[in-house]
C-alpha cells in the first residue's frame, strides 16, 4: 500500500510505541514538525482509509495502533526504489553507492560478510 513521506512519519510514531491516541501522537510529532494538529489528523484518517492503522475506542477516545508492519512497509519501499531506479537488481545500487564514495570502510565489511553467508547458505 502507498505510503506518503508524511503518513510515514505518523506511522514511525506509532512504530516506535502503540497503542497511541491522537494526542499523543500529536505531541510526538509536534517535536519534529511544525505541523497543525489538523494535518496530523488528516495524516491518521487517511492511515485509517488505507488500512495501514486500527482504531480502538477506549472512554471517549481512539487508540491507534499499526496494521502495517514497518519490516513489511521497508521491504516494499527498497524493493519500489530498486525496481525504478536499478531495473531491480541490488548490485548496481551497491555500485552507485560506491562510486558516490558513500560506502565507508565499515560498510565494505558488512558488505562481504553478507556475501560470505549468502555463499556459505548455497
Not at 519500489?80 to 558516490?100: I, K, M, N, T, Y
Request: charged share 30%; proline share 3%; aromatic share 6%.
Amino acid at each position: 500500500m502507498p505510503i506518503s513521506d508524511a503518513e510515514a512519519q505518523v506511522m514511525q510514531v506509532l512504530w516506535d510505541a502503540s497503542p497511541r491516541t491522537a494526542e499523543e501522537i500529536v505531541a510526538a510529532l509536534a517535536s519534529r514538525h511544525d505541523w497543525a494538529e489538523a494535518t496530523i489528523k488528516t495524516l491518521i484518517n487517511r492511515l485509517l482509509n488505507k488500512g495501514a492503522i486500527d482504531a480502538e475506542k477506549q472512554g471517549r477516545r481512539y487508540c491507534y495502533r499499526p496494521l502495517l508492519q514497518r519490516d513489511e512497509w521497508l521491504s516494499q519501499q527498497s524493493q519500489g526504489l530498486v525496481d525504478r531506479l536499478f531495473g531491480g537488481r541490488v548490485a548496481p545500487l551497491v555500485a552507485h553507492f560506491s562510486e558516490q564514495g558513500r560506502l565507508s570502510a565499515k560498510d565494505i565489511a558488512e558488505l562481504r560478510q553478507l556475501i560470505q553467508e549468502l555463499d556459505d547458505d548455497k
